[in-house]
């Protein structure tokens, strides 16, 4: 067992000719919160859906504490995984969507129940029970049955988080979880997120342009670009000290953007 | 809905004012049509069935990843909409028994108007499947959701929605299509009209009543699938 949350050795992704992720060397450790930064179409979003299972990789091996996510061990050949050794590891992992993703048709209380009374089998009460906890640990004990349509985008995205949450997943993805926010209502939903990376119980994998967010919740920064990592570092020496040119070039484009 | 009220009671009117008119020779040839009426209840309602699952499963077929499936359905879908109804319930009725397989002209009607038009509502079911966001099955795996689960619970409930406004012309569509079923003896509406045209010869009253009766029907599904437009998509105005 080593403390690695999250390796990826050598990943390679494409989508049909377009190389995204070429060679990808990166982990994360048990607890640990990075973020993943870099300009549009780096690979950042690849990177997480990569590991949720939404993409497949064409090359290399992601480890998820310690075990492969796309292969497994059988009689002590490395084979492909079978359907139940990619449930299990997905079950170790939640992503929160740019989108939200919430199902339109249900409550809140209805999207957060939904997996764990069908897939883990539990009863709708103890469903509903730990669900109501996470709802109120996200500020929306009161809008457990308004439909997506009824709340706002802040509340929608936060309902999103506490479905992610009803899974009790060990890792957590967020892929630009602000950017389809008003910016009235994105503090609401980075609240949540710095609290749940404060509790130190999750590893957190993060992309966000909201760098000021990043600085301060991020144990790690990884500049990405290229579908390579060109520059990781603790958030104060990726800020205030870029070492390589591209990532200065891209600080120095995203502070003229503010 | 209040200008649709007062067309059919309009309509209404007329009946009625026609049934004064012929009042002598209604008694006559009235019940005959209304016992076809039955029929083409009996056969659209069972047809309706039939043209609705197959539709779903021909629809979920070809939006399946699985080629054999999606071969199957394909091929359901190209053989029953490119060729005629018509031709379909000869062959049913007329042909088949050749091959040894008798089936009784009821059951030969409903066949085919139910594997006609399921082919029709096949592409407007994969139409619906399709049009779901794609982030709703993303949402589905990152939470583990059985594939199963994701179809039944998460899916058709939110393709439902999308595929009333389809579903619903293709029912009136296929209740018209059922006079077809005349050409297999079947006496529904429009048999029972030319029987008892032939025999009273009241042409004006016996195939308007069998207009009227075929309008009435279209507009009672109508309302029902405005209905049902509005229970499936009530959470659904904000869709992102
Ligand atoms: N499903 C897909 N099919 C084909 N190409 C894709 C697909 N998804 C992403 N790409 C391409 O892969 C590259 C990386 O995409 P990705 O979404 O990972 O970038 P990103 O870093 O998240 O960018 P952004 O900041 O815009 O979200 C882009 O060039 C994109 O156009
Ligand atoms: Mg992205």
Not at chain 1, 101 to 106: A, G, I, Q, Y
Not at chain 1, 165 to 177: T, V
Not at chain 2, 136 to 160: C, D, G, S, W
Request: with cysteine; glycine share 6%.
């Amino acid at each position: 067992m080593t403390d690695f949350a999250i390796q990826f050795d050598k990943v390679c992704k494409a989508y049909d000719d377009l190389d995204v992720l070429t060679d990808l060397d990166f982990a994360v450790r048990k607890g640990e919160v990075v973020t993943i930064m870099g300009p549009s179409g780096s690979g950042k979003t690849t990177v997480l859906r990569v590991l949720m299972t939404l993409e497949e990789i064409q090359d290399g091996v992601i480890l998820v504490q310690d075990e492969p996510l796309n292969k497994m061990y059988k009689n002590g050949d490395l084979v492909d995984a079978d359907k139940a050794h990619v449930r299990k590891i997905r079950s170790k992992i939640g992503m929160v969507f740019q989108n939200f993703n919430l199902f339109p048709h249900m409550t809140a209380l209805g999207n957060c129940i939904e997996a764990p009374m069908y897939t883990k089998g539990l009863s709708k009460q103890e469903a509903s029970e730990e669900a109501m906890k996470l709802l109120a640990m996200v500020g929306l004990a009161d809008k457990a049955n308004q439909y997506p349509s009824q709340l706002s985008g802040g509340q929608q995205q936060r309902v999103a988080i506490a479905r992610s949450l009803c899974m009790h997943p060990e890792i957590l993805l967020f892929d630009e979880p602000t950017s389809a926010l008003d910016p009235e209502m994105v503090g609401e939903v980075l609240k949540v997120i710095r609290d749940l990376a404060d509790s130190g119980r999750y590893t957190i994998l993060l992309v966000t342009h909201q760098m000021g967010f990043a600085k301060e919740v991020s144990d790690r920064v990884c500049f990405i670009d290229g579908g390579k990592i060109v520059e990781e570092n603790i958030p104060s020496e990726i800020f205030e000290n870029p070492k390589t040119e591209r990532l200065q070039q891209f600080l120095s484009k995203v502070l003229e953007a503010r | 809905m209040k200008p649709r009220i007062a067309i059919l009671a309009a309509l209404g009117a007329f009946i009625v004012g026609l049934s004064v008119a012929t009042f002598a020779e209604l008694k006559l040839f009235l019940p005959p049509i209304l016992r076809g009426a039955v029929v083409t209840l009996q056969i659209s309602f069972w047809s309706w069935l039939l043209f609705v699952s197959l539709s779903c499963i021909a629809g979920l077929g070809r939006w399946q990843r699985n080629l054999l499936v999606r071969w199957t359905a394909t091929v359901y879908i190209e053989v029953f909409r490119g060729t005629s109804l018509l031709v379909i319930l000869f062959w049913l009725f007329f042909v088949l028994p050749e091959f040894g397989i008798i089936m009784s002209p009821f059951v030969a009607g409903v066949l085919g108007v139910g594997l006609n038009f399921g082919a029709y509502g096949a592409e407007v079911v994969r139409g619906a499947l399709t049009a779901v966001p794609k982030g709703q099955r993303e949402a589905a795996i990152a939470l583990n959701i059985k594939p199963r689960n994701f179809v039944v619970r998460i899916l058709f409930p939110q393709a439902i929605a999308i595929m009333v406004p389809g579903m619903v012309n293709l029912t009136i569509e296929m209740i018209k299509a059922t006079a077809l079923v005349s050409a297999i003896t079947l006496v529904d509406i429009t048999y029972a009209s030319v029987q008892q045209n032939q025999l009273y010869f009241r042409t004006l009253e016996i195939f308007t009543i069998a207009l009227l009766l075929y309008y009435c029907f279209a507009q009672f599904v109508r309302f029902g699938g405005a209905a049902l437009e509005e229970y499936f998509t009530r959470h659904l105005a904000k869709r992102r």
